[in-house]
C-alpha cells in the first residue's frame, strides 16, 4: 500500500506504518519502506502527507546500519540537498526524521549526529507520560554510536 501511487492509499498506509512503529515492530528493509517514507517527507505540493510522513518515520525503531539497510532507495546526493536546509528548520520531527536518515546513510559524521540529537534532545519540548517524543529514537542512535 505505502507503494501505490494513489494519494489516499498513500495516506492510509504512511498512518498504518507510523503505528506499527510505534508498538515497536520493525518493518522488513527489503522494500525500504523508511526511504519511501523520506520521499514522502518532500511532497511540498502534499504537506499533511509529508508531516504524516515525518512523524512515521521517526516512530520506526531505530536499527544497526550494519545489518540492515534501511533509506537504501534515497541517493546520497538527495539527501544532502535536503540535509542543507538542517539549520533553518523549526520543527524538531522534521530535523529527527533528516538525522534518522543521516544516521543509516552514514551521510555525516556521526560526531556531527551526536552533536545535533544532542541539541534536539535538549531543545525537546516535555511531553505528558505516554506521549511519543523524538527523545526516544535520538537516544537510540545515540545507544549505537556509544553515547549516554
Given at each position: 500500500?505505502?507503494?501505490?501511487e494513489k ?5 492510509v498506509a504512511?498512518?498504518?506504518v507510523g ?12 522494500s525500504?519502506?523508511?526511504g519511501r517514507?523520506f520521499?514522502?517527507c ?10 504524516l510522513a515525518e512523524?512515521?518515520l ?5 536499527v ?5 539497510q534501511p533509506?537504501?532507495?534515497v541517493?546520497l546526493q538527495e539527501f544532502?540537498l535536503v540535509m542543507h536546509?538542517?539549520d533553518q528548520l523549526?520543527d524538531e520531527v522534521t530535523?529527527?526524521a ?11 559524521r556521526?560526531?556531527?549526529?551526536v552533536?545535533?540529537a ?5 531543545s ?6 505516554g506521549m511519543?517524543?523524538v527523545?526516544?529514537?535520538?537516544r ?8 549516554p
Amino acid at each position: 500500500m505505502l507503494f501505490s501511487e494513489k494519494l489516499p492509499v498513500q495516506y492510509v498506509a504512511t498512518w498504518a506504518v507510523g503505528m506499527i512503529g510505534m508498538q515497536g515492530i520493525v518493518m522488513p528493509t527489503e522494500s525500504d519502506i523508511l526511504g519511501r517514507l523520506f520521499l514522502f517527507c518532500q511532497q511540498k505540493d502534499q504537506p499533511e502527507l509529508a508531516e504524516l510522513a515525518e512523524g512515521a518515520l521517526v516512530r520506526q525503531p531505530i536499527v544497526t546500519r550494519e545489518t540492515m539497510q534501511p533509506c537504501c532507495s534515497v541517493s546520497l546526493q538527495e539527501f544532502q540537498l535536503v540535509m542543507h536546509g538542517y539549520d533553518q528548520l523549526k520543527d524538531e520531527v522534521t530535523k529527527t526524521a533528516l538525522l534518522i536518515v543521516a544516521w543509516y546513510l552514514a551521510a555525516i559524521r556521526d560526531e556531527e549526529i551526536v552533536k545535533r540529537a544532542g541539541e534536539l534532545i535538549k531543545s525537546s519540548q516535555p511531553q505528558p507520560p505516554g506521549m511519543f517524543t523524538v527523545v526516544q529514537p535520538l537516544r537510540e542512535i545515540l545507544n549505537y554510536l556509544g553515547e549516554p
